[in-house]
């Protein structure tokens, strides 16, 4: 089940399990995610549809800015995240889920590499 379903803060909103369409709830716009092991780096997540993708305005010594974070579909939650090598050497795709806790408060998970989560920046 869905950490949408039954959510207070999402009036007017569908909840979020995979199979529902979301493309009434827009995440387009800023975050702040706190990356493990880094500091706090902004992302700007552009939506067409139920596609999101997330690129790093900040980044790191991983995965740069203006490289894609990760990618992900509203309506199935499936995603896949970008990991990287310092100094960006040998990047690639692993799959990944994305997690909307509320209209301003989202995670995505890299299999085997851990969460991050994200808070809109207004």
Same mark, same amino acid.
């Given at each position: 089940?869905?950490?949408?379903?039954?959510?207070?803060?999402?009036?007017?909103?569908?909840?979020? !399990?995979?199979?529902?369409?979301?493309?009434?709830?827009?995440?387009?716009?800023?975050?702040?995610?706190?990356?493990?092991?880094?500091?706090?780096?902004?992302?700007?997540?552009?939506?067409?549809?139920?596609?999101?993708?997330?690129?790093?305005?900040?980044?790191?010594? !991983?995965?740069?800015?203006?490289?894609?974070?990760?990618?992900?579909?509203?309506?199935?939650?499936?995603?896949?995240?970008?990991?990287?090598?310092?100094?960006?050497?040998?990047?690639?795709?692993?799959?990944?889920?994305?997690?909307? !806790?509320?209209?301003?408060?989202?995670?995505?998970?890299?299999?085997?590499?851990?969460?991050?989560?994200?808070?809109?920046?207004?």
């Amino acid at each position: 089940m869905s950490p949408l379903t039954n959510n207070p803060s999402l009036t007017n909103q569908q909840p979020a !399990h995979a199979g529902s369409s979301l493309s009434v709830l827009d995440l387009s716009g800023e975050w702040i995610g706190h990356y493990r092991g880094h500091f706090d780096q902004v992302v700007k997540i552009t939506q067409n549809g139920d596609t999101i993708e997330a690129t790093k305005i900040t980044g790191d010594d !991983h995965v740069p800015a203006g490289e894609v974070t990760f990618k992900a579909n509203v309506t199935t939650l499936s995603g896949e995240g970008q990991v990287a090598e310092k100094e960006f050497r040998n990047p690639c795709f692993v799959p990944g889920k994305l997690t909307i !806790h509320s209209k301003d408060r989202i995670a995505f998970c890299w299999e085997n590499c851990g969460t991050v989560e994200f808070r809109k920046d207004d």
